[in-house]
């Protein structure tokens, strides 16, 4: 009875010990997180005013023609994954990958990771890295951004893939972050708004020097690198909100089991007293 009722307080101890870590990580996760949950609603708009100038271009011009808004030469995808740095982060990392590997089912694609895990993650199954220089999301950067744009831009117009995705989690609430995979390139809607009637023309009279395309193919990097900066604002603001949820419904598991070890621990207790009382008892009653 002794040695069970030591192995049950240590642990007591051990759970202890645990909850203060999820706790700590609980709380730095909540300080972090209003920081990055503002910093991921301030981009938003930016993004919408990006994609709506290239509609705009687009719509307004009858013989417009770029690389990026024509047909996929290659049926081939990259896919820019940013996921986290690290785990403890419930279902986060996990949900991403899902997301990816069902849109990208019988395709023939490669990666380009940002995060950790995106990097161990593609690594351990073989797939093709365009890159691995971003393996640290929070240490990715405007300046960052741009470089992953441009080296996009770059390989998309040589060939090498035809297609551009974007899998990221976007920050619904702080209970909620939904996996998705945006298309960038090529801009398969802006080649329909190409084809919008001519009644509808006449309310663009901007005019873009030196042409509307060369306009258009220098604005298309920058899009890149606003939608790879937005995502991984919506990242780090989705995964803060999913570790401090899963650090709290930890720490509050551990405060449920040391009650219920407790309990254990004081029962055994008074079944040990009860029984050296009984002995010294019939030990008295014998003599």
Do not use: W
């Amino acid at each position: 009875m002794a040695a069970n009722m030591k192995a049950v307080k240590l642990r007591i101890k051990s759970v202890q010990s645990t909850m203060q870590i999820t706790k700590a990580m609980e709380l730095v996760a909540s300080s972090k997180l209003r920081k990055a949950k503002e910093r991921a609603e301030t981009c938003r708009p930016y993004f919408r005013a990006l994609h709506e100038t290239l509609e705009t271009i687009a719509i307004g011009n009858t013989e417009f023609s770029s690389v990026y808004a024509k047909p996929a030469a290659s049926e081939k995808y990259c896919y820019v994954v940013i996921a986290g740095d690290r785990g403890l982060a419930g279902g986060y990392n996990a949900n991403l990958f899902k997301c990816l590997e069902a849109d990208a089912a019988g395709k023939d694609y490669m990666v380009l990771p940002v995060g950790k895990k995106a990097v161990e993650y593609f690594r351990r199954r073989g797939i093709e890295l365009l890159t691995e220089e971003f393996a640290e999301v929070a240490d990715i950067s405007v300046g960052d951004c741009f470089v992953m744009a441009n080296l996009l831009c770059k390989e998309f117009k040589n060939g090498r893939f035809g297609h551009i995705e974007l899998c990221y989690t976007t920050f619904v609430s702080m209970l909620s972050q939904q996996p998705d995979v945006f298309g960038m390139l090529p801009l398969k809607d802006m080649e329909k708004a190409g084809q919008t009637s001519d009644a509808e023309k006449k309310f663009n009279l901007i005019v873009y020097e030196p042409s509307s395309t060369e306009v258009f193919d220098a604005i298309v990097p920058e899009y890149l690198a606003g939608l790879i900066y937005g995502g991984v604002c919506e990242g780090v603001a989705s995964e803060l909100a999913a570790r401090r949820t899963a650090m709290e419904a930890a720490t509050s598991n551990a405060e449920e089991m040391i009650d219920k070890l407790n309990l254990y621990y004081n029962r055994a207790r008074q079944a040990s007293i009860t029984q050296e009382i009984t002995e010294i008892v019939g030990g008295a009653e014998g003599l």
